[in-house]
């Protein structure tokens, strides 16, 4: 895919657990990401943002929310708890209303048995209610701490298709975007 100027992908973080497994699998799709010309990568790790649990005003929350209003496309790297989302990723969504609009996410998820699939369909939900375009492709890792493997060629395949079809549509929206505000 050749554009005339890299798409902003913001890669958010969801777990903020003390020891959790977050980084492994950010390390391992940031890998793949980054030697795509396609993206201007960063990471939005939830751990690192203290956003109010009120959904209060303050310098973090413009912070967060001119990221969000910046980016093309984003990638949820999450776990499963309790077979659902981390409370982290609700505050997040929740803190930010019209930057989400018109803009493409995909789902990289880890956990036990499910693989953090589960948690995937639920924020898909999430997202469809914040006007953002949820890539069908997902990857996700089963037992994650136990058999976590980066040559994992299900794996592998995965993100590759679920990037492309990310840029095409983020291409898409960001190319409508420019050319009139989105009507929600």
Known sequence: MELDRP???????????????????????????????????AVLDLAEIPLPQDLSASQVVDSFTDRIGRADAFIVVTSEYNHGYPAALKTAFDTVKYEWRAKPVGFVAYGGMSGGLRAVEQLRQVVAELHMVSIREAVSF??????????????????????TQLAWWADALRTQREQSPYPG
């Open 7 to 41: 798409l902003r992908l913001e890669v958010i973080v969801g777990s903020v657990r003390v020891k959790r497994f977050a980084p492994v699998v950010l390390d391992w799709f940031l890998e793949r990401a980054r030697v795509r010309d396609t993206y201007d990568t």
């Open 142 to 163: 089963h037992q994650a701490r136990k058999h976590f493997d980066p040559e994992d060629g299900a794996a592998n395949d995965a993100v590759e298709r679920m990037l």
